[in-house]
């Protein structure tokens, strides 16, 4: 089977590189619109059977468009939401790498935001969202739609790789990551592909 993640659309928080709130109502702006319809043609030559999305709005909203398409099912998931940054969400990122710079890579990947959520929890919801997404597809296609942060933290598990791997992911809007996945193995096909974007 084949997994593809999506990340979302353009939101206006994205351009203002601000992190997003958990239960955040903001959608897609224009741009994330048109985003996500060229992403959709590029996928339909894929036979996907159903779509799993993060419960975010923004994530909805995606999987809803590519949902039309590609004239398969959207189902919105419980985990594939983006990491809860507590009391630093809505806040411009450089707040958090201030918070976060002088840390280890350990105490990183423990680090637990007030009223937020740790790296290390996040990671285990999202393996635990992609594992019931995988059963559910039962060998089929699958898309996935989630979030750039998502997607960056389960990219360790997907290869095989350290956590620190994470730190070389930044999956962009509408952006394509695919996987082969043989029961066992995920073998990385493309990641971070928007050239269909250009």
Not at 1 to 20: A, P, S, V, W, Y
Not at 122 to 132: G, M, P
């Amino acid at each position: 089977m084949k997994i593809f993640f999506i990340r979302h659309g353009e939101t206006d928080k994205n351009i203002g590189n601000k992190l997003h709130e958990k239960g955040d109502i903001e959608t897609l702006n224009e741009t994330g619109i048109e985003q996500i319809e060229k992403t959709a043609e590029v996928l339909k030559n894929f036979h996907i059977s159903v779509i799993f999305c993060s419960k975010e709005l923004r994530a909805e909203k995606s999987s809803e468009i590519l949902s039309n398409i590609l004239e398969c099912p959207s189902i919105p998931v419980d985990g594939f939401e983006e990491r809860n940054w507590g009391v630093y969400s809505n806040r411009p990122w450089s707040e958090v790498k201030e918070v976060l710079d002088p840390l280890t890579l350990e105490e990183r990947y423990n680090y637990v935001p007030p009223e937020g959520e740790s790296w290390k929890a996040s990671e285990e919801r999202l393996i635990n969202a992609l594992q019931e997404s995988i059963k559910k597809g039962d060998g089929e296609n699958i898309g996935i739609v989630t979030h750039g942060g998502a997607i960056r933290i389960l990219m360790p598990y997907l290869l095989n790789a350290p956590i620190e791997e994470t730190f070389k992911h930044d999956p962009a809007n509408a952006s394509i990551t695919e996987f082969n996945y043989d029961g066992k193995t995920f073998i990385s096909e493309r990641i971070d592909d928007i050239s269909h974007l250009s």
